[in-house]
């Protein structure tokens, strides 16, 4: 019996692709491709047409499917080698990675791998990298300069809300930095990705090229000509300041309206705000740490040729400097320094009061705040009463809007909770007195009448509500954090008294604190309030998912915070859930004491 052949609408070149084919002739995969389409049903009829025989041959020569590869990218993604959608004026990629956008201005000619320096503007990436490749220019100018950008880097620093870092070499201190033409400007939040002018004579004005005056960013300080620096003050003014300042609302930033104008006027400042900037950047860029180094050791040696010369006029640039040298050895969280940087501020702060009296101007204000705050985020690493007390600077309350704002900055928890840390570390300097029932008695008496003032700290406000409404009435992550660090006082008060058993008490402290904690948003400028009750309720939780949580957390604050003691908590807290696998009691304090003594917890 004759069997009937089939006929079918697939085309060949889906059939051999084994790709569903919806029919007509040319078919929509045909149409897409641009290739000649036939029916597989009709073979006789087609064979002729190529010069073939059967499927068989036509499937041997068939053309091959036309790629598209466009010319018309921007040259950043083709600096990346990424396709880009061509999107204008930003690509899509550009707009997602938080790159400049450029596009080329010519499309008759094809311009040569080594022609970009020919150009009287550098490329993007030819500012950034000061390690440059001297050979990617034949004929490079005197004043230009060849570096290329690792876009790869600035990829993952864009997602981490940090600034594109600079790719450097070694830093040779002692030897002059080369002079980049890198301008830096205070609107933008990353360094400048835009093209720059290579370096002209002075005497040659009419060598300058005929560009708008859209592409120009005026530098933070004019003077300024090492490279490194201005990327250190660029990232001080964009990301540092940011991290430093715990207020919810970013337009009021005392870490940028007052320090800056300071850095600008005095060179002294200058060095202690580029070695802070540096210590936080050593992080994702490790040959800042020379950097570091050597800021702070520029600014401690006019530091001591200052101190001795003192008097109303450069108090106030004395005072500064120490703290932010505090800050810079604080936050690196390996360093004990700053221990020496507290009792200088005390001293300028009692010559403060004896020169002015209680009538503090505003930046002096902020600074005294900011002092108190260092003392007492101290007292949790000497386990003794803070060094400025109410005595060496007496503040009258002030409940005006800049006053509150600086409270929020330095504090982001009501100060008078945060103060709270003094008498409970004073009393742990008490430990060593209870030697019989009588000591004993009196201690746990002055841990009563600390408890009582714990309880009752917001009572002036009316309430936690109130004490929460005085720094940010429509910030619940104000209410998270203060209701965190409470408990976390709570939780160190109970450890000081009773030890460090894992009890029932002991359990809920840390719960509420991780709910509390987690309340509040990944990235949030609160986040750096929650250092110190996360550190409290990692060494004191007992539970896989607790344990997690904490972990979460500091590891997500290394990246959004990047200052080096978030990541010396978290090795802290690590081990001491190591060390709970084999002993049954672990004092967090004393490891943190005997093997971490540079870490302060706040």
Request: aromatic share 6%.
């Amino acid at each position: 019996m004759a069997t009937r052949e089939r006929t079918s609408n697939t085309c060949f070149r889906c059939a051999e692709i084994k790709q569903r084919c919806k029919g007509g002739v040319p078919c929509d995969r045909c149409t897409r491709l641009s290739l000649p389409c036939r029916p597989k049903g009709y073979a006789g009829s087609f064979s002729g047409e190529f010069g073939l025989d059967g499927a068989d041959g036509f499937s041997l020569g068939q053309p091959k499917a036309k790629i598209r590869r466009v010319q018309t990218g921007c040259l950043t993604c083709k600096r990346r080698k990424k396709k880009c959608d061509e999107r204008k004026p930003s690509c899509g990629d550009c707009r997602r990675l938080c790159l400049e956008c450029s596009w080329p201005t010519e499309r008759a000619s094809r311009p040569r791998l080594n022609s970009w320096t020919n150009e009287s503007w550098l490329s993007a990436g030819q500012v950034l990298d000061l390690s440059s490749d001297t050979s990617q220019s034949p004929n490079p100018s005197p004043g230009s300069v060849q570096s290329n950008v690792d876009l790869s880097i600035a990829d993952l620093l864009c997602q981490m809300s940090t600034a594109v870092p600079v790719d450097g070499a070694d830093v040779d201190i002692a030897a002059p930095l080369p002079d980049l033409s890198w301008d830096l400007t205070t609107d933008s939040g990353w360094l400048d990705i835009l093209p720059e002018t290579p370096p002209v004579a002075e005497d040659s004005p009419q060598s300058l090229p005929n560009t708008t005056l859209t592409l120009y960013t005026p530098s933070l300080i004019p003077d300024m000509t090492s490279p490194h620096d201005k990327a250190l003050l660029n990232h001080y003014s964009t990301i540092v300041a940011s991290v430093l300042s715990r207020h919810p609302n970013t337009s009021s930033n005392p870490y940028l309206s007052y320090l800056v104008p300071m850095a600008a006027s005095n060179q002294l400042i200058l060095h202690c705000v580029l070695a802070l900037s540096a210590t936080h950047w050593q992080k994702l860029q490790p040959d800042m740490r020379d950097r570091a180094l050597y800021h702070k050791g520029q600014a401690t040696q006019s530091l001591a040729g200052l101190l001795p010369h003192v008097d109303a006029s450069s108090v106030d640039v004395a005072l500064v400097s120490c703290l932010l040298l505090c800050m810079s050895e604080l936050f690196d969280g390996t360093s004990s320094g700053w221990k020496l940087h507290l009792q200088g501020a005390k001293r300028l702060l009692s010559t403060v009061k004896s020169q002015t009296g209680d009538k503090l101007a505003g930046h002096f204000k902020f600074f005294v705040k900011l002092a108190r705050f260092l003392d007492s985020a101290a007292t949790m690493s000497t386990c003794k009463p803070p060094l400025i007390d109410d005595k060496t600077v007496t503040t009258t309350p002030e409940p005006t809007e800049d006053s509150s704002n600086d409270d929020a900055a330095v504090y982001g928890i009501p100060k008078e909770l945060f103060h709270m840390v003094d008498r409970v570390n004073n009393l742990a300097s008490k430990r060593g007195t209870r030697v019989d029932e009588a000591s004993e008695a009196l201690f746990r008496e002055e841990a009563d009448r600390v408890q009582g003032r714990l309880d009752n700290w917001a009572y002036d406000y009316g309430g936690l509500a109130g004490a929460v409404a005085s720094l940010s009435p429509a910030n619940d992550d104000v209410l998270h954090a203060t209701t965190a660090y409470e408990w976390a006082l709570r939780l160190r008060l109970h450890q000081i008294t009773e030890g460090y058993s894992l009890t029932e008490k002991v359990s809920e402290c840390v719960q509420h604190i991780l709910d509390s904690a987690q309340k509040i948003r990944y990235g949030s400028s609160l986040e750096s309030c929650l250092l110190f009750p996360l550190v409290m309720a990692g060494g004191a939780c007992n539970c896989l998912e607790q344990r997690m949580v904490v972990q979460d957390r500091l590891m997500i604050m290394e990246r959004t915070c990047g200052f080096g003691y978030v990541h010396q908590s978290r090795e802290l807290v690590e081990t001491v859930w190591k060390r709970r696998e084999t002993e049954a009691m672990v004092n967090w304090a004393r490891i943190r004491y005997e093997e971490m003594g540079g870490l302060a917890l706040y």
